[in-house]
């Protein structure tokens, strides 16, 4: 069984301070992990992703996440947030190769 | 432009009322699947198809229906709409086959349905 937990539904930043979204998994296999980001009235985007070999990821807009086996963990992380960063953001683990099994999502607001 | 399309992306409908929403994928994946999105509880699958003529059950397939006949297309049918099927539903794709889990799911714009 694999399941994602994100903490925090909303998080509020100010522009131009670090962005973290939390995420932990679960899954009994090893996990392909997943985030994507949803702007409003949008589909889903693909922001990184995590197979194999480097544990830091590095994906679009200047995000990135590091996978940590011991801690069952893959962190979204950013410097230096933009208005633009504004949307919700969604982990996701992918074990078996038929489904994404989502976290409930993360709001992020950023404050001028 | 390499795209997963949804039709319609919007609409209205009463308890009863049989309606299609239909997928599509330029993409030649193989792998096409139904999510329904609810706040709080971010998306979870209805069905899946791994190819064609070959389907299953996601976590939450009750009250939907689905079909893989071509390739490109994965509608997704409700016989007998209910109010508890009012959501935002994508429609995602991948390419499938021994790549499995690494593969990036693409997703397309969303259906959003209102069921009275």
């Known amino acids: 069984a694999q399941s994602v937990t994100q903490l925090g539904s909303h998080v509020s930043v100010s522009e131009g301070a670090l962005v973290l979204l939390r995420c932990n998994y679960s899954?009994?296999?090893?996990?392909?992990l997943f985030w994507y980001v949803q702007y409003p009235n949008q589909g889903l985007q693909l922001l990184l992703k995590?197979?194999?070999?480097?544990?830091l990821v590095k994906g679009i807009n200047g995000f990135e996440a590091e996978f940590k086996k011991s801690e069952t963990s893959f962190h979204l992380t950013k410097p230096s947030a933009h208005m633009s960063d504004a949307a919700e953001y969604f982990c996701a683990v992918d074990g078996y190769g038929n489904k994404l099994v989502f976290g409930a999502g993360t709001i992020l607001r950023v404050k001028s | 432009e390499a795209q997963v399309t949804q039709n319609p992306r919007y609409l209205i409908t009463v308890t009863g009322k049989k309606l299609t929403v239909t997928c599509s994928q330029n993409?030649?994946?193989?792998?096409m699947s139904w999510y329904r999105q609810d706040p709080g509880l971010g998306l979870r699958q209805i069905y899946y198809s791994m190819n064609v003529e070959v389907t299953d059950k996601g976590d939450v397939p009750e009250g939907y229906k689905v079909s893989r006949k071509e390739k490109r297309n994965f509608p997704l049918i409700l016989e007998s709409p209910s109010p508890n099927q009012t959501s935002l539903y994508f429609c995602a794709s991948k390419l499938g086959g021994s790549g499995g889990s690494q593969e990036t799911q693409y997703f397309g714009p969303g259906t959003r349905l209102l069921v009275l």
């Open positions: 995590y197979t194999t070999g480097a544990t």
């Open positions: 899954s009994s296999v090893p996990p392909y």
């Open positions: 993409m030649n994946h193989e792998y």
